[in-house]
């Protein structure tokens, strides 16, 4: 059974990175699967912001795409988040989730429990 | 960006109801449509995924129906544990975008 797991920074400071770490257990990183990044600012809807294969193979959001950086370390079954330039509309929600593909439809099957970030100085 | 609309934004009902929530999407996505429900602090849950597979371990009173620009999630028999938020999905073009959700509260 696949977890996930995010970790990272509770505060950032506007201007400021925003980095974070979903760790996979249970399964490999290295499987057929998407690795995604979404987020929820308070009281609001899910924002998709970016995903990647384990090959390194990256699409981004294009409203993001100029400040997020998304990676994958398979030595450590884990792929991360960085957002640049945050402001407070940057607070939120953070999930990290795996994206299946199949022949006819991709779906988020497997979520993190979610971190909140809040952009504060 | 493929924009998607659900209908209702929010919703009142009893345990037992028959509920349903539409979802349109602002062209055509065949069938790569997912449905999720959200509890408060809680995660999103797959429920439903290209537009009618129920994923493993729900509830067979949730069902998903459409093609193309117009979706349904319906709920046979409202329970407790349903009382949440519901959000469509399509994953037919990038980037992937949600429906701004549909509060199901009780009545």
């Known amino acids: 059974q696949v977890q996930l797991q995010e970790s990272g920074p509770g505060l950032v400071k506007p201007s400021g990175t925003l980095s974070l770490t979903c760790a996979v257990s249970g399964g490999s990183i290295s499987s057929s699967n998407w690795w995604s990044w979404i987020r929820q600012p308070p009281g609001k809807g899910l924002e998709w912001i970016g995903e990647?294969?384990?090959?390194?193979?990256?699409n981004y959001n294009p409203s993001l795409k100029s400040r997020v950086t998304i990676s994958v370390d398979k030595s450590k079954n884990q792929f991360s988040l960085k957002l640049s330039s945050v402001t407070a509309a940057d607070t939120a929600v953070y999930y990290c989730a795996r994206l299946v593909p199949t022949v006819t439809t991709y779906y988020m099957d497997v979520w993190g429990k979610g971190t909140t970030v809040t952009v504060s100085s | 960006a493929i924009r998607m609309t659900q209908s209702p934004s929010s919703l009142s009902a009893s345990t037992g109801d028959r509920v349903t929530i539409t979802c349109r999407a602002s062209?055509?996505?065949?069938?790569?449509l997912a449905w999720y429900q959200q509890k408060p602090g809680k995660a999103p849950k797959l429920l439903i995924y290209a537009a009618s597979t129920l994923q493993s371990g729900v509830p067979s009173r949730f069902s998903g129906s459409g093609s193309g620009t117009d979706f349904t999630l319906t709920i046979s028999c409202l329970q407790s544990e349903d009382f949440a938020t519901y959000y469509c999905?399509?994953?037919?073009?990038?980037?992937?975008?949600f429906g701004q959700g549909t509060k199901v509260e009780i009545k």
């Open positions: 990647i294969y384990h090959s390194g193979s990256t």
């Open positions: 999905q399509q994953y037919y073009s990038y980037p992937p975008t």
């Open positions: 062209q055509g996505i065949s069938s790569y």
